[in-house]
């Protein structure tokens, strides 16, 4: 009896170290691929074997319940992760787990541009081919309330930046990364903001730093215009800024702003309300947020472009109607 056992023992033995070089042969064995490189997408919540069927499916070649088993194997079986993979030829089942449980997806990037407003995000959003569109058709009200944004508007609340995301990612959760990197940036900027602004919150320094955004692309220039614009917050002036006087218009600005568009009374006219507008009017930069912050120190109420991209500050009006003379003879506009 005995002897029966040893032997059954043996060829168990036996057995097991053929099944097991089997498996170890077939776990370094390349797969067959439908194409090279190939796509595909694991899902969120998806199981090994799901995520082992969502590769067949893709074109992949292998043995049933192969990657199964290895992962269980080797104690891998509950990690693997979600997410757009790219695979070429010669990959082995055991490459592919050890991709799957790291992690190793592919990813995509999108790029947000200072001065953008919030439906141009949305139009980039809409057009990326490796983004999921969970936000298009959805009003602005309901995007704000899937991000738990608590806000009037969502216009500016998003920072301008390139994001890297995994393909197949949801455009929401892009749209909540943008969000937390505004807000991380705005509570820097205000907590280390200049004595005596004339803001009553953060939500107007954004609103300040958005309105700096739009009116010039020199980084250099930037923080006298908020100097001019701060100031004349302090002195109960006008703004009169035509960018808050153009999105106040919306679409049916043609590009060409006219003195009755500057009349138009609108929440946005800075030439017919007092204050700032109710929200900011595009993303603002980091560049321009310090400056709304941290302005230059300067008494200047008037600037006027020089035709070359920079401006021309100045302290009365005096020095600005010279100033207008100068560089924009015969223009119209061009002058605060």
Known sequence: ???????????????????????????????????????FTVTAGSSLRSAEQQVV??????????????GRLLRVDA?????????????????????LTRGD????????IEGWTFRQMRERLDAHPDLRHDSRGLAEAEILRRLGL???????????DTYLFAKQSSDLDVLARAHRAMRRHLD????????????????????????????TGREADRPMIAAVFANRLRAG??????PTVIYGLGESFDGNLRKRDLLADTPY??????????????????????????????????FVARGDGSSHFSRTLDEHNQAVARYQKGEKGGKR
């Not at 608590?150 to 301008?160: H, L, N, S, T, V």
């Not at 939500?203 to 300040?208: D, G, K, R, V």
């Open 105 to 112: 997806v592919t990813q995509a990037e999108i790029a947000f």
């Open 237 to 242: 002036m006008l703004l009169q800024t035509d």
């Open 1 to 39: 009896m005995l002897k029966i056992l040893r032997t059954l023992f043996l060829l168990a033995l036996v057995a097991a170290a053929a099944i097991a070089g089997t498996v170890y042969w077939l776990a370094n064995q390349p797969l067959q691929l439908a194409a090279s490189p190939l796509d």
């Open 188 to 215: 820097r900027e205000w907590e280390q903001r200049a004595p005596g602004l004339p803001y009553g919150d953060s939500h107007q320094a954004l609103i300040m730093a958005s309105i700096v955004e739009k009116e």
């Open 57 to 70: 499916d893709a074109g992949v070649a292998m043995p049933p319940r192969l990657l199964e088993l290895l």
């Open 269 to 302: 006219n800075t030439y017919t309300r007092p204050g700032l507008p109710p929200t900011p009017i595009a993303m603002p930069g980091l560049a321009s947020l310090r400056a709304a912050l941290n302005p230059a120190r300067s008494d200047a109420v008037y």
């Open 150 to 160: 608590d806000a009037q508007r969502a216009e500016g609340w998003f920072f301008p």
């Open 79 to 99: 990690q693997i992760k979600a997410g757009s993979y790219e695979i070429a030829a010669g990959i082995t089942p055991l490459e592919l787990l050890r991709k």
